[in-house]
């Protein structure tokens, strides 16, 4: 409430907020902690905001490959060594979970979080924490996700991180594009008639 001259009701109700959404936890005798970010907590920061369905949800494929393909770019341009190390951890997360048979959309969220680390755009990262849970949201509730190969996603983020270590920006934008575009495909078949024709 000092350091940030607001009143101690707005602390308040951040702090409930951010337990609603998962962020925090308020332990017996030990006061309030940080929970963790994972993709429950994600989830719940925009829920119901935006109702995906047609256009909705077309609109938020298109915004998330346009920050995602920057975030390569610029990843490329302006990563460090701590990144490119952050960015590869990430990455065996992913590689680890998916052997394991597991989902693994937590550990994929995260390699493309890192990246966005790594493009040292704050209000980027920020964007991408509002759109990606709600597409993610809607791939499960809809199976999206079914007939996805894990091989050729794992190939894929190895390309991405393969250019942006190389400080590649024109091909790791390229590569971020090629592994987003079944996703920008699958939207566009779910476009409103409407809007298609539009297009």
Request: proline share 3%.
């Amino acid at each position: 409430s000092e350091r940030f001259a607001v009143g101690r009701t707005h602390v308040r109700d951040a702090l409930r907020k951010l337990e609603f959404y998962g962020i925090l936890k308020t332990l017996p005798q030990s006061g309030t902690v940080v929970a963790g970010f994972g993709i429950n907590a994600l989830e719940g920061l925009i829920t119901d905001v935006l109702k995906l369905e047609g256009n909705d949800f077309h609109a938020l494929v298109e915004t998330r490959v346009l920050l995602e393909t920057n975030a390569a770019k610029f990843a490329a341009q302006r990563r460090s060594e701590d990144d490119i190390i952050s960015i590869s951890n990430a990455l065996n997360q992913f590689e680890k979970a998916l052997s394991s048979g597991k989902p693994a959309v937590e550990e994929d969220l995260l390699f493309h979080l890192k990246i966005a680390e790594a493009s040292k755009n704050p209000v980027l990262k920020s964007l991408m924490l509002i759109v990606t849970p709600d597409i993610l949201t809607y791939f499960k509730a809809n199976d999206v996700c079914g007939g996805v190969k894990p091989v050729s996603l794992l190939e894929e983020h190895h390309s991405i991180l393969n250019f942006i270590v190389k400080k590649d920006a024109v091909n790791a934008e390229k590569s971020m594009r090629n592994h987003l575009n079944d996703i920008l495909t699958f939207s566009d078949n779910n476009l409103n008639p409407n809007m298609k024709d539009e297009k």
